[in-house]
């Protein structure tokens, strides 16, 4: 039976990957690092904020303290207000797609994004409403691929309904390996929404989907039932 729907944001509802890289880029080259768009999809996008800065100092041999790492990651949040100001970023039905899916089971996000950036968004769009449960990068000491931003998920949802979950009765959507290894580990049921990676990059997921116009609750019912 399914229970819950956990959505990733970026890349799954917001249409904002091209903003993030767009921070990430303008932040590093102020600090004369040049950050390629195609290395950002390919090696860092399934980082949240800190963990990005801090994977690009490593591989570039740049010893950045943990203090210096925080001011970039307030530099970006602030460049990527400034990005999406007066814009809607949402992937087309993905609304829609939202409201569908709170009609039927709780929802929750699991995301690597930082809390304010995701509640800006949902509250300009009028969404906040149907997430009750929000895990964001500041609620977990590490973020996908681990489990654990999937982990708090389920604890919260668990008080939200007053029931223990069993992880593979909820389906995580996500875009990226990472995020789909991530809710694998934690035991949830996967759908692969094809909006940052091609179909064929989210195999390993139970389903696959073009995009959240194409969600369709019955067949994460049938997801859960395998």
């Not at 904002?16 to 600090?31: M, N, T």
């Not at 530099?75 to 829609?96: N, T, Y």
């Not at 759908?191 to 990676?197: D, Q, S, W």
Request: aromatic share 8%.
């Amino acid at each position: 039976m399914l229970k819950a729907i956990v959505f990733d944001f970026d890349g799954v509802i917001a249409n904002s990957e091209p903003l993030h890289f767009r921070g990430f880029r303008d932040v590093l080259a102020e600090e004369g690092v040049t950050l390629a768009e195609a290395d950002y999809y390919a090696r860092y996008l399934g980082y949240d904020d800190v963990g990005v800065f801090r994977a690009v100092g490593v591989e570039r041999g740049v010893g950045w303290t943990p203090t210096e790492i925080l001011d970039f990651v307030a530099r970006k949040a602030v460049r990527l207000e400034a990005l999406e100001r007066d814009v809607s970023i949402l992937f087309p039905g993905a609304a829609d797609a939202v409201r569908r899916a709170a009609a039927a089971v709780p929802l929750a996000i699991a995301s690597g994004a930082l809390g304010a950036e995701i509640r800006r968004v949902l509250d300009r769009e009028n969404l906040t409403r149907y997430f009750p449960t929000i895990v964001s990068a500041e609620d977990t000491p590490v973020s996908k691929p681990a489990p654990d931003p999937y982990l708090r998920v389920l604890a919260q949802l668990a008080d939200v309904l007053g029931e223990r979950l069993s992880p593979g009765t909820c389906v995580a959507i996500e875009d990226s390996h990472w995020g789909l290894q991530s809710a694998r580990a934690a035991g949830l049921k996967t759908v692969g929404v094809a909006h940052t990676y091609d179909a064929s990059a989210l195999g390993d997921a139970d389903l696959v989907i073009g995009g959240l116009d194409a969600l369709d609750i019955e067949q994460l019912v049938k997801v859960c039932s395998r």
